[in-house]
């Protein structure tokens, strides 16, 4: 019998996690996708700390209404002016055993737009 697929998931996970890995110049940006909410962090895997995260979750952006989608983009542009005020602006992508695609890829687009790149 095949895989199960959050079994699918973990073992994709953890070959991005082999390549990619954070540093206090480039940190890693995690996602993690729920049913619910979408979470992005910027880690710095050498000292193993988080310099700054958002979610569809936080007060400011819960607020807001509109589609998953529609959220991600924005938790997207909020990690972004985040990691803009803390001083960053390359990061390392990092999409958390999830395909590039819908909530994902939105959330990687808005952080664009507002100025990371990667």
Known sequence: MGLSKTQRKYRIRRRIRKVSSGTSVKPRLSVFRSNTGIYAQLIDDVN????ASASSRDKSIASEKGT????????GKVIAEKALKVGLDKVAFDRGGNLYHGRVKSL???AREAGLKF
Request: negative net charge.
């Open 68 to 75: 998953k989608v529609e959220m991600a983009a924005i938790v």
């Open 108 to 110: 990687a687009e808005g």
């Open 48 to 51: 193993g700390v988080t310099l």
